[in-house]
């Protein structure tokens, strides 16, 4: 790992500019920073950002994935199972929009930081609880800090990066979405079904326990990692510090040439275009409650007349995508368990998952002895599903400013909700996993060209919150996904199958009423 602690400290060799007051002349920020050069400096940060995202991939897909292991130790119904990634989901929409806006009060980095250790600590401690209200209580923790970090990860990546590079770069982040996914569904079949831990009358902390622990290693380490990198010189000209944003830009200039930062052949950066932000040099008190009232502040601004339109087509697609897409992709885990136990038990049988969920929904008792609670195939479909996102991830990577944001957004989500569909129909374990297979192939091109999207249509001083606010409407619609599913599935699951296809349908054709960010640069 590069030593950026002492490249960033205040102790290295940069030439001291002095603030150029009015910041009228100059170069442009999108000109500074691609007089940077784009070398080993955004490549770290694609990466860091990546595993950053990864690592939140982590923390909600493990959930999902220990449902059947966890049923009996925290005696879970099907609601309780839904009310529970509910619950999950709004921890990361309290924590997105709070996050997000002290993101763009007092900087990307710290509050990402924080916003990681929260979401690791609430993991660790979880995995120790015993009863289910303590259990719920952790995740939802969990859960704020998840929230936090996804819009943070964002904005924080995107300030970085030129124009060209950035539809690339975002994309390649957004890929690890993927990866993350893949890693815990690796673990999960490697940990989950072996009798490994301690259990007894009083405490247990079994297989699926240690696995929930390992899932919160990662944003621990990022966490750290976060600790060696600057903050957004984008954020810092916002503010009007042009000497700090400088002295990055030229150690990034530095770092990516291999040259002094004295050849770095801007002197002055111009500030044109960007709504600037004083900082405020009051008392921590002080500053804490002006905090709520800019708040407040920032996210009206996303609802003026020049913003009011993007804001709410974004806020309608949030929500579409992600009732459709976590309403079911969540639920895979525990419906290819109850494929693969059924099966197992009736060879020759063919029946739908609706058919199944019905057939689970009015059994009295579950048998918490059988050795058949967690399914190995089940777990091992898990993965397939997974990894079967992977040739869409590298797709956008090099298409997503060919093809352009709108492309992917609308095709990834009505051809998502035309598979949603047919899983209703198929009457087979195959047919589910192909079906589900597509759905998550293409379902992840929709949130790579959607989180370009987020991170592009508003201007910087609101960024962040703007991802905070559609990212709060995301959640909610997680949120009644998750809720619908848990209430329904085991009695009228038609309902919750065909409102993820028309959602998700619907919310694709919305895109096309999005303006073009294809290429163009920040504001």
Known sequence: MPVYGAFWSQGSVVPQIEEQDP????VDYEDAISATGYGKFQYWLIGVGGFANASDAIEILCISILLPAAECDLHMTSFDKGLLIALVFLGMMIGGYIWGCLGDIYGRKHVLIVSLLVNSLGGIISSFAQEFPLFITMRFISGLGVGGSIPLVWAYVSEFQPAKKRGGALSVIAAFWMIGNILVAAMALAIIP????I???????????????????PSLLIALIMLWLPESPMFLLNKGKH????????????LNNGKSSKNFPITKLNSAGLKIQASSSSSWWRSTKDAF??????????????????????LIIN????????????????????????????????????????FHGNATTLDCDSDTLVDPQALVNTLITATSA???????????????RKFFLVFSMVLSGLAAFGIYFVKSSTDNLILGCVFGAVSTMGFNALDCLGAELFPTHLRSTALAVTLLSARIGAIVGNLVFGALIDVHCAIPMFLVAILLIGGGLLGLLLPNTTRVALK
């Open 194 to 197: 072996h009798n490994i831990g």
């Open 199 to 217: 259990v007894n009358p009083t405490f247990s902390y079994n297989s699926w326990r240690i696995f929930l622990t390992l899932c919160a290693i």
């Open 293 to 314: 009232s800019s708040t407040l502040r920032q996210t009206m601004s996303l609802f003026s007349s020049s913003l009011l339109r993007i804001t709410i087509l974004m």
């Open 319 to 358: 929500f579409a995508i992600q009732f459709g897409y976590y309403g079911l992709w969540l639920w895979f885990p525990e419906l290819f368990n109850r494929l693969e136990t059924y099966y197992k038990e009736h060879p020759d049988d063919r029946v739908s998952v609706c058919e199944l969920t019905a």
């Open 23 to 26: 910041p009228d002349e100059g």
């Open 390 to 404: 992977f040739p869409a991830n590298v797709w956008t990577i090099f298409a997503m400013d060919k093809l352009g």
């Open 243 to 254: 000497k700090e944003a400088m002295e990055i830009l030229q150690n990034i200039y530095s």
